[in-house]
């Protein structure tokens, strides 16, 4: 069988992250670091030629993807279209908080003071589930919400391309990394946080999906 190939990167660095404040539905700009962040992948992804070019429908998604686009030197594509699947978690009343602060009040009743210590003990949904949990509101998606979005989006992408195109998608560090937590096969480490800029290989196989490459921020073309 065929398979499709999607080019999953993170956006450019914002200043939320430049921060380090919780950024999962809230939005900020692009830094001037997370504009060069994207111009770089695009170099780096310069000579490929995309069949369709998606992104969250975030502003810091969008605008990374139209730099990629735009330094393409092969695809004819200007705009990439809006998903809300692919948009990153929605954090709830954490949106906007200190990051360490976050994580430290969603696992402190699990004997967890980070969120890299939350996915060592227990899993990447396991702390969608518990910051759902510790949210006095119940706003934060736990990992059935979180899933539900997003498998619509794999739905969307093989059922509006071809098996065998190469697609660019441009999303969010967590949902990269729970992406490659569920069907990674456990073979990369996800206690640390994908890079901005970075990209992952994902391969589309009829109902399945592999990773080949995860958090690739090296220089040089990708393939």
């Known amino acids: ?12 660095q914002t200043y939320f992250n430049r921060y380090n404040r919780m950024q999962g539905w809230a939005d900020s700009p692009l830094t001037e670091q997370g504009i060069l962040d994207a111009n770089k992948v695009g170099q780096r992804l310069a000579q490929i030629k995309f069949d369709q070019a998606y992104c969250s429908d975030t502003g810091r998604a969008r605008s990374t993807a139209r730099l990629i686009l735009k330094a393409n030197a092969v695809s004819s594509l200007n705009e990439p279209i809006e998903t809300p699947f692919f948009r990153e978690e929605f954090y ?11 994580w430290y009040l ?7 003071k980070t969120y890299a210590e939350i996915i060592s003990n227990y899993s990447i949904d396991a ?4 910051m759902k949990q510790a949210d006095p509101f119940h706003d934060a998606e736990n990992s059935t919400e979180y899933w539900n979005r997003l498998l619509l989006g794999f739905d969307m992408l093989r059922r509006d391309n071809p098996a065998g195109a190469k697609i660019l ?3 969010h560090g967590t949902t990269m990394r729970s992406i490659v937590g569920k069907f990674g096969q456990e073979h990369f ?9 970075s990209v992952t290989k994902l391969l589309l196989e009829g109902s399945e999906v592999h990773v080949e490459y995860y958090n690739r921020i090296d220089e040089g073309p990708l393939e």
């Open 189 to 197: 480490d996800l206690t640390k946080s994908p890079r901005n800029g």
């Open 92 to 102: 709830g009343y954490f949106e906007g908080m200190n990051s360490p602060e976050a």
């Open 106 to 112: 969603t696992g402190a009743g699990h004997d967890s």
């Open 127 to 130: 702390s969608k589930d518990f």
């Open 1 to 12: 069988m065929t398979k499709t190939t999607v080019y999953f990167v993170r956006h450019g």
């Open 169 to 171: 998608l441009v999303s």
